[in-house]
């Protein structure tokens, strides 16, 4: 095992911009649904020892955050709301002060649910720096949310909404679960109408999936529930998407909707191939190395990180190479998700195949081509999203190993 103080060896002598994720992998209570790396929080000491662990981590990653500038922070999780503002101020002082450049205008988002937040919290969040908060409310009827195993109420979720606004967030995201079991599955409708009048910047809206390990997929695995079927998903997917539209959010991302000027920067990041940071347990990072880049994943028990950062050892548990020629693969499978579009001239030898292919998609409803500045540009309809896992896998062999390839 590595010494903790040399985890970001391979971050090579310039990182440039960089986002930071820090995961908190507690909440109150386990969602039916849910799959992530999270658990249950079994008492106030336990989170203590947990954040000791990310401000080392922090702490372990100065060389590599001295060469860079900092675009977003991002705390998800889990339930980073029950974490006090303290601490999350805390968090990104030290954050501050490793970092080459912490602008005053890079986006700092908060992922909250709505029972753990209130208007002191909130203005205690927003004086910590946090200035973009993303509210778990998944459903504005109640019977939906029990339904999810959600721990709050319609009622609360529009509270939050309102004390956010009080308390000064002015970059404000909903998330929104679709397409449930009956007899919610035509819930959606009046989610969005009462999303769009609360007038958030930012919604992000997920067709409800089957993953495992969660309840849901146990129920599913043993018939006593069941989701709609994959036509349902999809009529309820492009409803969503010309709903939206239609209120003036634009469709950038599979399920993320944006009003003008208000993508999230930090996610943004991810699509586009930037380099980011991951801290704390289950978390991912992304950097640049000589010659391509590295994909690390931290230890995903919060128990064995803390015990391993407290020893003075990396709490990374694996790294994958990426050569050029994946990299690429993966820089087209992220843009096939994303409004902006494919241009086949990006991707050198296999830009032919590539336009081939994508014309295919047109013909199919899949994408609307357009040029601009002489060069063709491939745009997902709403049907491309839905599909756009599919299409990337379609389209992964046409890229060649050839040390000529690389990510634009």
Same mark, same amino acid.
Request: glycine share 14%; no cysteine; hydrophobic share 50%.
């Given at each position: 095992? !590595? $010494? =903790?103080a040399g985890m970001e060896a391979s971050a090579g002598? $310039?990182? &440039?911009? =960089? &986002? !930071?994720y820090l995961h908190v992998p507690f909440c109150r209570g386990k969602c039916d649904y849910c799959a992530f790396p999270s658990r249950p929080i079994a008492g106030r000491d336990e989170l203590d020892r947990y954040l000791e662990a990310l401000a080392a981590e922090i702490d372990a990653a100065r060389a590599l955050l001295s060469r860079a500038r900092l675009h977003s922070v991002y705390f998800g999780g889990g339930t980073p709301s029950l974490v006090p503002p303290s601490e999350i101020a805390s968090l990104l002082g030290s954050l501050r002060q490793a970092a080459a450049e912490f602008p005053g205008e890079a986006e700092v988002t908060l992922e909250a649910n709505p029972e753990s937040v209130g208007l002191k919290s909130l203005e205690a969040l927003r @004086? *910590? &720096?946090v200035n973009r908060l993303s509210l778990g409310v998944q459903s504005f009827e109640d019977g939906a949310l029990r339904s999810l195993g959600r721990p709050h109420d319609a009622a609360s979720a529009e509270r939050a909404i309102v %004390? *956010? @606004?009080r308390a000064g967030f002015h970059n404000l995201s909903l998330d929104l679960i679709v397409a449930l079991e009956d007899p919610w599955t035509d819930s959606f409708e009046d989610d969005l109408g009462r999303a769009v009048a609360l007038a958030p910047e930012h919604l992000s809206v997920y067709l409800l999936s089957v993953d495992a390990p969660s309840v849901l997929a146990r129920a599913t695995a043993a018939g006593t529930r069941a989701l709609p079927c994959d036509e349902r998903r999809s009529d309820i997917f492009e409803r969503c998407s010309a709903v939206l539209r239609a209120a003036g959010y634009e469709h950038y991302e599979v399920s993320s909707f944006a009003r003008p000027g208000w993508r999230a920067v930090h996610n943004c990041g991810y699509w586009e191939g930037r380099a980011y940071l991951g801290l704390g347990a289950a978390a991912h990072s992304f950097l640049p190395e000589p010659g391509g880049v590295v994909r690390r994943f931290n230890i995903a028990d919060p128990d064995e990180y803390v015990a391993r950062v407290g020893q003075a050892l990396s709490p990374v548990e694996s790294a994958e190479h990426l050569s050029p020629a994946v990299h690429l693969r993966e820089r087209l499978m992220l843009t096939l998700r994303r409004s902006d579009g494919v241009v086949p001239a990006d991707y050198g030898e *296999? %830009?032919? %195949?590539l336009a081939t292919k994508l014309e295919r998609g047109v013909a199919r409803g899949l994408f609307v081509r357009s040029r601009e500045s002489g060069r063709a540009r491939y745009r997902p309809t709403a049907k491309g999203f839905l599909l756009a896992d599919g299409i990337a896998l379609d389209l992964w062999d046409l890229i060649p190993d050839s040390p000529s390839n690389r990510a634009p």
């Open positions: 095992m !590595v $010494n =903790l002598s $310039n990182t &440039g911009e =960089l &986002g !930071v @004086r *910590a &720096g %004390a *956010a @606004r *296999a %830009a032919e %195949a």
